[in-house]
């Protein structure tokens, strides 16, 4: 249905562009049309050429093998066995005596509403790609 009008549309507008053209005649262009043309593309200046730049640049890269080599060379130094980093750092500065609530403590979600979630969120995601795909369809040329 949509697809008849835009087609009927588009011929429409080629009808009305086929008789202005037939209006206006078909006109000669002057001897020397051709040559003042080339000659203006040949006036006109080569554009400098891309400049390919990364997206990650050579100072990053570096970062990141530094990076990597340490916690590799890490890895390997690091005694094996039943040890945790954590076993030799002292962390008595920090004060883990904070009374904080769950505010969410006596919430509980039912099965319905477990279902409800999930059952919308499968539509949501296949109707994504079947509306996508529509839309391409229908409003391509």
């Not at 499968?122 to 509306?131: A, E, G, H, R, S």
Request: glycine share 4%.
């Amino acid at each position: 249905m949509f697809r008849q009008k835009l087609v009927a549309r588009m011929e429409e507008q080629f009808k009305d562009i086929a008789s202005i053209v037939k209006e206006a005649g078909a006109h000669n262009p002057s001897s020397g049309f051709s040559k003042s043309v080339m000659n203006e593309i040949h006036l006109l200046t080569p554009e400098k050429p891309l400049v390919y730049t990364p997206l990650i640049s050579k100072k990053i890269w570096f970062v990141l093998a530094l990076l990597m080599a340490c916690i590799t060379i890490g890895v390997f130094l690091y005694p094996s066995g039943n040890q945790s980093i954590l076993d030799n750092t002292d962390l008595s500065f920090f004060n883990f005596d904070m009374d904080i609530k769950n505010p969410l403590a006596g919430f509980t979600f039912y099965k319905t509403t477990l279902y409800g979630i999930s059952f919308l969120a499968i539509l949501f995601l296949i109707q994504i790609p079947v509306f996508k795909r529509r839309i391409d369809q229908n409003f391509s040329l």
